[in-house]
């Protein structure tokens, strides 16, 4: 079982919906969620983060989390093609990665 | 620009050559991390430095590979005798050294390793 997994998509959404894209974890101890947004041959970007059990809200975007299921989330509310991009979980604070979740925002 | 930089941007060298990358992070930040990604794949992390201190390493990072940070500003990576395998995105990033540190990427080195 990988440390983090997501589904490697492509989610594909039309523009001005809500894109929702999942994440889970193994390590029960894990204590910072991290979402970062990478668009194809660029760096990771920060957009994301939460700590404590719930939602956090900043903008369109809404990540949630669920320690109980390991389970963390990014709502993108709004939808715009410039937001197509892979967006990728981390945790902990050497940043285990997942693989990424490919999002494609179509007019 | 007040973000981490990387140096350089792109490298090809021939296998068995010897690379060196340079990181300069974000001029606060404490915590400087290096990792690697490969096409398809998150970042996996290497090795990270708190000032001039390397913490930790990961397993990944075979005896070919060593980072320093002199001074606990810039940090360099080197790779000696490069392997095709060796041929990726190197990430840094830089953090403050806080108890949930949101870390912060440079641009990367892409390595072509021929």
């Known amino acids: 079982q990988k440390e983090v997994e997501q589904n490697s998509g492509p989610l594909s959404v039309p523009e001005g919906a809500i894109a929702s894209l999942n994440c889970t974890y193994s390590d029960r101890g894990s204590q910072s969620f991290f979402w970062y947004r990478q668009y194809s041959g660029k760096s990771p970007e920060l957009i994301m983060f939460i700590y404590s059990n719930g939602d956090k809200e900043d903008g369109r975007f809404t990540a949630q989390l669920n320690k109980a299921s390991q389970y963390v989330s990014l709502l993108i509310r709004d939808s715009q093609p410039s937001d197509s991009a892979t967006y990728l979980c981390?945790?902990?604070?050497?940043?285990?990665f997942g693989a990424g979740t490919r999002l494609a925002v179509h007019p | 620009d007040t973000g981490v930089s990387q140096d350089p941007r792109h490298k090809i060298t021939k296998r068995g050559q010897n690379v060196t990358f340079r990181c300069d992070p974000i001029?606060?930040?404490?915590?400087l991390y290096w990792y690697r990604q490969t096409l398809g794949q998150g970042p996996e992390f290497l090795t990270y430095f708190q000032n001039e201190a390397q913490l930790e390493k990961s397993r990944l990072l075979s005896d070919r590979f060593s980072a320093e940070r002199p001074k606990g500003s810039f940090s360099t990576l080197e790779i000696q005798r490069t392997e095709q395998g060796d041929s990726a995105m190197y990430l840094c990033?830089?953090?403050?050294?806080?108890?949930?540190?949101?870390?912060?990427f440079g641009p990367g080195t892409r390595l072509t390793v021929l």
């Open positions: 981390a945790v902990n604070s050497k940043l285990i």
């Open positions: 001029s606060e930040h404490n915590r």
């Open positions: 990033a830089s953090s403050l050294d806080q108890p949930y540190n949101e870390q912060f």
